[in-house]
């Protein structure tokens, strides 16, 4: 687990070795171990490593191969590298080092592009072939690795992280439609940056630079038809083989390793996995004094059956607030998923005694885990209840919803599910994806961003839903793309990467992925059911008090902090008319209309769309005024 970052001379070589250099440095936590530069024209290499797999310094990067005129740098996990090392070995071909570096060198050498649809992992690599003059760029089939480039005329620049790339020179142009989904959504979606010319390599691509050409094509394809015809009970058996591999895969370390564990089915299936091909293995969960929120006890029963070392960190509410600011500096794009300052304290505590973790993200997109799913799947039921939902909408609408009770946010579920109910498949996805009302974004933004722009990149997501009609699968499926790529793994890999820790995600296996996506709807969300199969295949598995219990759940306190010790930084900060002013993005009533409400505690949803505007704004003055 790395960060790399460079650029690749197109036309009209120049040199930016002294912006390289500061960019390593803006990814040392990605890779405290080592950083190095190599230049070999056209390309221009540097790399900061967290060491893994072959800890030794004859596996540091740059790695160059000499016999072969191959160089890379890579920032990611090969977990069937040993499978892939052996057939090659088998061919005579000759390793330097135990790295599954090396392997993807060796690889290429002998399939060329062929060779990355064959990898079996997380990755982003850039590639160059001396003996061709031949640079790729690659990155992993659903973006559980970053990269970013920006390309010109003369050069394309390429890093790990906006922070590190913009120490390159490229202009610092805000893209409107980006600031309007990220309010909409409070992430963006994962093929747009902040900036106009910015972006994220496309997931599940590869780019070839020949003689100044630039192209880029997939290596692999998202599908969800045809169906599988497995039974049900075939499915289960199939899914817990194929899981089970992908979990003993990814425990390869020549460092220490552990598992988070939530007491959730997800978590827990993977922990009870990986404790029948490790022993001693450590598992980590964080708790809470409240035992509102507090779910260890059901991670202590997974621990107690499947004999793991475990550990709780049992958090106090003020821990959360005192890491805020550190989450919020190190976040070098806007992204207000507030439950990122939980997984940066886990992170950071999990760090102090192993530098690899597994974890269960991507169960909840594949099979179906959010009540979003369970109401779609209810949506397209003809029922008279739902008939019934829609006449009484009107009425509905007049209820006094708020989430600071458990009679309120019923409200607010039901309101926001009899407003689905009369919109198309698409909008209605959309819908339930929003934080805030794209019609009601011209209230809070002064800013007039490009409408057909944002329209495209909500078209881009939801055109599977639009054109398919196959069912929750397409819904499913655009979770995987959007959900999963712009929200849930970025929280992951920053904040464990902010720590300096490589979390792997045994669920996106693409064999697993494949296997899944191939199923019957049916079999993920049914009845009152969801992730149906993964529940149904572990009961062996896991303890019976894991099922059929009360969700707990748990929020970031936000309100609290906004009435409480954020009140004089809103005031300060937020609520600066001059700033708001000259900055001219916000509509300054509207932000004093935000605060006032949740002030007065009768909010909805306006605590979380005031918790975008703190994250915006703080990147704003940090990362956007800073150098501009």
Not at 269 to 284: E, G, P, R, S, W
Not at 434 to 443: A, F, I, T
Request: charged share 20%.
């Amino acid at each position: 687990m790395c960060g790399i970052a460079g650029w690749i001379d197109l036309r009209n070589p120049s040199d930016y070795t002294n912006c390289l250099e500061k960019a390593i440095q803006k990814l040392h936590l990605r890779g405290p171990d080592h950083q190095a530069i190599l230049h070999c024209p056209p390309v221009h290499f540097g790399h900061a490593r967290l060491s893994i797999i072959d800890v030794s310094d004859i596996a540091h990067q740059p790695m160059f191969n000499h016999e072969k005129n191959l160089c890379i740098v890579f920032n990611g996990e090969i977990f069937n590298f040993h499978e892939l090392k052996q057939e090659l070995l088998h061919q005579g071909y000759v390793f330097n080092n135990q790295s599954d570096t090396e392997v993807i060198l060796q690889l290429y050498q002998k399939e060329g592009e062929l060779a990355f649809s064959r990898l079996n992992g997380f990755f982003a690599f850039v590639l160059h072939d001396l003996a061709q003059q031949k640079t790729y760029i690659v990155r992993d089939r659903y973006g559980i690795k970053p990269l970013y480039f920006y390309h010109d005329y003369n050069t394309l620049f390429f890093a790990s992280e906006l922070k590190a790339l913009m120490e390159f020179p490229i202009p610092k142009k805000l893209r409107t439609a980006s600031i309007a989904l990220f309010f909409n959504l409070n992430y963006l979606p994962p093929n747009v940056s902040i900036y106009e010319q910015v972006k994220p390599f496309p997931i599940a691509h590869y780019a070839s630079i020949q003689r100044e050409q630039l192209q880029i094509q997939p290596y692999y394809h998202l599908k969800t038809t045809p169906v599988s015809k497995l039974s049900y009970s075939e499915a289960q058996i199939q899914l817990l083989q194929l899981l089970e591999d992908a979990v003993k895969k990814r425990l390869i370390s020549d460092v220490p390793l552990g598992v988070f564990l939530s007491g959730g089915i997800d978590s827990s299936v993977i922990a009870t996995l990986a404790a029948k091909h490790q022993k001693h293995l450590k598992t980590f969960s964080i708790g809470f004094e409240n035992p509102l929120y507090d779910e260890t006890h059901y991670a202590r029963l997974v621990a107690q059956k499947a004999h793991t070392e475990h550990t709780v960190f049992t958090l106090k509410m003020e821990e959360l607030y005192e890491n805020l600011f550190n989450v919020l500096d190190y976040l070098d794009e806007p992204f207000a998923d507030a439950s990122t300052i939980n997984f940066y304290i886990l992170s950071k505590y999990t760090r102090k005694q192993v530098t690899v973790a597994l974890s269960g993200d991507g169960a909840d997109e594949l099979f179906g885990g959010y009540m979003k799913h369970l109401g779609e799947y209810k949506a397209r039921q003809n029922t008279p209840l739902n008939l019934t939902l829609k006449f009484l909408q009107p009425l509905l609408k007049l209820l006094p919803a708020n989430r600071n009770s458990k009679i309120g946010r019923k409200i607010l579920q039901l309101q926001k599910y009899t407003h689905g109910l009369n919109e198309t498949y698409a909008e209605r996805y959309w819908k339930w994806c929003s934080v805030y009302d794209e019609n009601h974004l011209p209230e809070l933004l002064k800013l007039h961003y490009n409408k057909k722009d944002f329209h495209a990149i909500k078209h881009f997501y939801t055109q599977s839903i639009i054109e398919n009609h196959s069912g929750l699968n397409d819904v499913l499926l655009t979770d995987l793309q959007l959900v999963l790529a712009g929200d849930m793994l970025v929280k992951g890999d920053r904040m464990s990467m902010a720590n300096s820790l490589e979390v792997r995600v045994p669920f996106l296996d693409y064999r697993i992925v494949d296997f899944v996506n191939h199923l019957p709807s049916e079999y993920k969300v049914y009845g009152n059911m969801r992730k149906r199969i993964l529940q149904d295949a572990s009961k062996t598995l896991l303890p019976p008090e894991l099922y059929n219990r009360p969700k707990q759940g748990f929020e970031v306190p936000l309100k609290d902090w906004f009435c409480g010790p954020m009140k004089s930084y809103l005031q300060k900060e937020i609520l600066n008319a001059d700033f708001v002013q000259e900055q001219g993005i916000f509509c300054f009533d509207k932000l004093k209309n935000l605060c006032q409400i949740v002030w007065e505690g009768k909010n909805t949803k306006e605590d979380w769309t005031l918790w975008a505007v703190v994250v915006f704004q703080h990147w704003y003055k940090k990362y956007f005024l800073a150098k501009k």
